[in-house]
């Protein structure tokens, strides 16, 4: 047997039959829907009972992809679509027909400085090196859409750095920021497993003022670390200002509803700079890491 070659699979790729499936000949049978291979078949595969299958398809194709690409960790920015860049800022004045719509513009444009923050500390965590193995870490993640999301992955490209973008598909027109590299730019129906990449490589988190989405992201988070459910990892909550004014945390402790402890879970923070330091120290102290 020394000197035979002992082959490695028997069974054809599905690739290799996906292609000959093109080429058969067209009779009544094979023109029928029920003739498809099942995994090319699109209406088979978006029917009602086929949702658990489409739930491990997007759990697994970013999963695997992510692996490909050697990213081990993902420093991750929430916040909101809707705080412009600085050079944008002032034509949101423009637009106002009243005084309420001023008010909201002067807020936005207030916090529109919270653009190049985001694109600070994605430029500073885009240089983390590689580990021993080529694995790398602080990988800057967004929602892939506009704002701070936008700003994240522009500072990440800023350094020449690669940068995942996580959309989702919405009711209303819209595409991944430019800044996202494109072998990384992932779309998704679902979500929960949208939520779950976010997470699943996530070892530092930057949460800028932002809306619903934005409070149903990290407050899942905050959830899943206050119930043991995850480890621990930096969660920088930026502009403290803005954070008290919309959620009266130490009104949750007073009420009985969250631990005093619980409020030791985030961290406020105001520049790049900070918060770097802080996921330093974090990963610095061995019982952390």
């Known amino acids: 047997m020394t000197d035979k070659i002992v082959p490695s699979r028997v069974f054809p790729q599905a690739k290799q039959d996906a292609e000959k499936?093109?080429?058969?000949?067209?009779?009544?049978?094979?023109?029928?829907?029920?003739?498809?291979?099942?995994?090319?078949d699109t209406d088979f595969l978006l029917r009602?009972?086929?949702?658990?299958?489409?739930?491990?398809?997007?759990?697994?194709?970013?999963?695997?992809?992510?692996?490909e690409a050697k990213i081990a960790s993902m420093f991750v920015f929430y916040g909101?679509?809707?705080?412009?860049?600085?050079?944008?800022?002032?034509?949101l004045l423009d637009l106002a027909t009243d005084d309420a719509s001023r008010r909201i513009a002067e807020r936005?444009?207030?916090?529109?400085?919270?653009?190049?923050?985001a694109r600070e500390l994605a430029r500073?965590?885009?240089?983390?090196?590689?580990?021993?193995?080529?694995?790398?870490?602080?990988?800057?993640?967004?929602?892939?859409?506009?704002?701070i999301m936008e700003a994240a992955n522009r500072g990440a490209a800023d350094v020449g750095a690669e940068t995942v973008g996580l959309n989702i598909v919405l009711p209303h027109e819209q595409a991944p920021n430019?800044?996202?590299?494109?072998?990384?730019?992932?779309?998704?129906?679902?979500?929960?497993?949208?939520?779950?990449?976010f997470l699943l490589r996530a070892r530092a988190l930057a949460v800028f003022p932002g809306g619903f989405g934005t409070f149903d992201e990290t407050f899942e988070l905050l959830t899943l670390i206050q119930t043991g459910k995850i480890k621990p990892i930096?969660?920088?909550?930026?502009?403290?200002?803005?954070?008290?004014?919309?959620?009266?945390?130490?009104?949750?402790v007073e009420e009985g509803v969250i631990a005093a402890r619980d409020l030791d879970l985030f961290h406020y923070v105001e520049t790049?700079?900070?918060?770097?330091?802080i996921v330093q120290d974090f990963y610095s102290e061995p019982a952390s890491a």
Not at 48 to 67: A, I, N, T, W
Not at 109 to 116: C, D
Not at 128 to 140: A, I, K
Not at 272 to 277: D, I, K, V, Y
Request: charged fraction near 25%; charge should be neutral.
């Open 48 to 67: 009602e009972d086929l949702r658990p299958v489409r739930f491990q398809l997007e759990l697994l194709k970013p999963e695997l992809l992510l692996d």
């Open 124 to 147: 500073i965590a885009s240089q983390s090196p590689r580990d021993t193995e080529g694995w790398r870490h602080f990988v800057v993640c967004s929602g892939g859409g506009p704002s």
């Open 108 to 117: 936005l444009i207030a916090k529109s400085r919270y653009y190049e923050v």
């Open 21 to 40: 499936a093109k080429q058969g000949v067209s009779t009544p049978q094979t023109e029928h829907p029920a003739y498809r291979l099942a995994f090319q």
């Open 178 to 197: 430019p800044y996202v590299t494109p072998s990384l730019s992932f779309q998704f129906h679902y979500f929960a497993l949208r939520k779950m990449h």
């Open 234 to 252: 930096p969660v920088l909550l930026f502009g403290r200002e803005f954070w008290e004014r919309v959620v009266n945390f130490d009104a949750l």
């Open 272 to 277: 790049a700079e900070e918060a770097w330091a």
């Open 80 to 91: 909101s679509a809707r705080i412009p860049e600085p050079e944008k800022a002032a034509a």
